[in-house]
């Protein structure tokens, strides 16, 4: 399974080579945009656009709405696995070999 995770175009770095910084939540990255731009949508007209980014790549374009809802279940989904993760940390402290007397009690 591949990871998109949504970024903004802040500014063309080199169109020769198809890089641009975008901003991926606060944290500014260059990539290649070389897969969203085209003749019709050249990489001069990319800044303010939002793109799925995998691997330093910028896949594909997509809306604010949609930009926004995918930050949105990321967020969720970190946060679960944040609790997913502490309650592993609290039951592995809880079943610990010789610690048993305090379950029971």
Known sequence: MCLG??????????LARNLAT?????VKRQVNIACVV???HPASSC???WVLIHVGFAM???DE???????????E???AQAELEAMRSSASQQWRPGHD???RS
């Open 60 to 62: 594909s374009r997509i």
């Open 5 to 14: 995770i949504p970024g903004r175009i802040e500014k063309i770095d080199d």
């Open 22 to 26: 975008v901003d991926v939540g606060g």
């Open 47 to 49: 800044v303010g656009d």
């Open 38 to 40: 085209s003749d019709e």
């Open 77 to 79: 989904l970190g946060e």
């Open 65 to 75: 709405a949609e930009a926004a809802e995918t930050l949105r279940i990321l967020t």
């Open 101 to 103: 007397r305090a379950l």
